[in-house]
């Protein structure tokens, strides 16, 4: 092979390998841009039954605290002892859960979530509804377990009503105490801001006479009771959804942090309204669903917040919902 010939081979040879080189770089650079994190999560909902009324648990949010900074009555260090039991920390993430049950012929929700009042923490609440297949505007009722702002802030978003014609129920005492500025006197600074973000969002319902508290524990609805449990608020009130032999518990704010205050129920947290009271119905909620074997659902328990108690040496442990597709 003469010389010239050897010098297009070999010019041939080094073209191809720049084209290869340039082609890896170009390749890598696509791939590289097609993996970049897109962040987020999904919208959280999960779905189950109780008989045959179908429940929907939806996160509206979660919500950072610091959990030693909030606890009431702990022993020194048992909260980081109890979280790292679990490999958690503070600050502690807890969930902000609400539900939503179709009963055949009225769709429900109880609690609303915090809307806009935890800031980016919240607001999550009409993405998941619209996830899970409904919509805002088709809810009949909503039962609030009692006036925090977690709870009923999700009743407006952005500044405007967010159901178009649902009723909103809520205990007479709990609607008594939170809408009456005098009671402010009687909490803590970390409550007093409550008052007139709770009656904000709920007054629109009052104006178009939507707002409607209830008084005892007769049925609200035909497999709706509910059960007035005050210490967390004056009016703090559990609902009991039964069908058949099937039960479900919505215990509202009975547990914020569940890797310690299951193990240990005398922990309370800063914002129960009356500890002592709050620390009893805790004891008798826990010792109720574990005895019945009833499902419970927790507005603050991990996402979807549904599970069973058991008794475990002085306290109790959570045994979460089996996640499954078959509901």
């Known amino acids: 092979m003469n010389r010239r010939a050897l010098s297009r081979m070999f010019g041939s040879a080094l073209c191809f390998s720049s084209l290869a080189s340039l082609s890896f770089v170009v ?47 702990a022993k020194p260090g048992e909260i980081d002892e109890l979280l790292g039991d679990q490999e958690l920390k503070s600050p502690f993430e807890g969930m902000i859960n609400a539900f939503l049950v179709n009963m055949g012929d009225r769709l429900i929700l109880i609690d609303t979530g915090a809307g806009n009042l935890y800031g980016k923490d919240g607001g999550g609440l009409v993405g998941a509804i619209k996830a899970a297949g409904y919509a805002p ?5 909503i039962f609030i377990t009692h006036l925090h702002e977690d709870h009923a802030g999700g009743l407006m978003l952005d500044g405007k009503p967010v159901f178009a014609k649902a009723v909103v129920h809520v205990s007479k005492r709990d609607a008594e105490f939170w809408l009456d500025n005098r009671n402010q006197d009687s909490v803590g600074d970390l409550l007093k801001p409550f008052f007139p973000a709770i009656q904000k969002v709920v007054a629109p319902y009052v104006a178009t006479g939507r707002f409607k508290p209830f008084d005892g524990e007769a049925a609200l609805l035909p497999g709706l009771t509910p059960m007035a449990a005050p210490g967390h608020t004056p009016g703090h009130t559990y609902y009991l959804l039964q ?7 919505f215990w509202g704010d009975t547990v914020h942090m569940q890797p310690v205050q299951l193990p240990d129920p005398d922990v309370a947290i800063e914002y129960d309204w009356d500890v002592p009271l709050a620390i009893a119905a805790r004891k008798n909620a826990l010792a109720i669903a574990a005895n019945k074997g009833w499902w419970v659902a927790g507005a603050h328990v991990s996402f979807p917040g549904i599970g069973h108690v058991r008794g475990d040496g002085k306290g109790y442990r959570w045994i979460p919902a089996n996640y499954t597709l078959n509901r």
């Open 27 to 73: 390749s890598t650079q696509l791939a590289s841009a097609a993996a970049q994190a897109v962040g987020g999560q999904a919208p959280g909902y999960y779905r189950m039954h109780i008989g045959r009324f179908e429940v929907t648990a939806l996160l509206d949010g979660t919500h950072p605290f610091q959990a030693a900074k909030l606890a009431v009555g």
């Open 137 to 141: 505007d088709a809810v009949d009722d």
């Open 243 to 249: 069908d058949g032999a099937q039960s479900m518990l």
